[in-house]
């Protein structure tokens, strides 16, 4: 069922990203460490950062001692609301047969749509810091004692 939602390279960055962050614990990590610790194209990586931090999400310091950190406690920020930041709201972008969208007379096109609703509710409900918990691997970077903190 390729199709019925897809989740954009952008939003799993920023995903993955703000995980590392609130597993960071208010440290600041650089683009350039979470790039090479998600094996991601920084500059990518940059601008899903950039647009973030314009949206309140995570702040950043510019500099040698630069880097980003969460705005908020890991458990303030729904997967949905992060999802919905980077790539709009969740939506099913096309129909399984290849026509524009699904019509009223589509037999699937209920399951689909309760399919939707249930995703999207799943993702409000799922906070960051359960995601991070979950997340599969933790940066050795991100082991090291505290040496920055966001002011």
């Known amino acids: 069922m390729a ?3 897809r989740v ?18 208010g440290r600041l990590i650089s683009t350039r460490e979470i790039a090479a610790d998600l094996d991601v194209s920084e ?10 931090e314009h949206q309140g999400l995570v702040r950043g310091r510019r500099g040698p ?14 997967l949905g609301v992060i999802y919905e930041v980077i790539d ?7 129909c399984l047969l290849g026509q524009p969208l699904c019509s ?3 037999p699937l096109g209920s399951v689909l749509k309760k ?10 409900k799922t906070t960051l810091a359960e995601f991070a918990r979950k997340f599969p691997f933790v940066s050795t970077k991100l ?9």
């Open 3 to 5: 199709g019925i939602i």
């Open 8 to 25: 954009s390279e952008a939003a799993t960055l920023g995903l993955h990203a703000l995980a590392l962050l609130a597993r960071a614990a």
């Open 43 to 52: 500059a990518h990586l940059a601008k899903v950062l950039q647009r973030l």
């Open 65 to 78: 001692a630069g880097g980003f950190a969460l705005s908020r406690q890991p458990g303030a920020y729904s």
């Open 88 to 94: 709009g709201p969740l939506q099913s972008r096309e």
């Open 104 to 106: 009223a007379q589509c």
């Open 115 to 124: 399919t939707e609703r249930e995703i999207s509710r799943k993702l409000n």
């Open 143 to 151: 082991k090291k004692p505290a040496r920055r903190r966001v002011a």
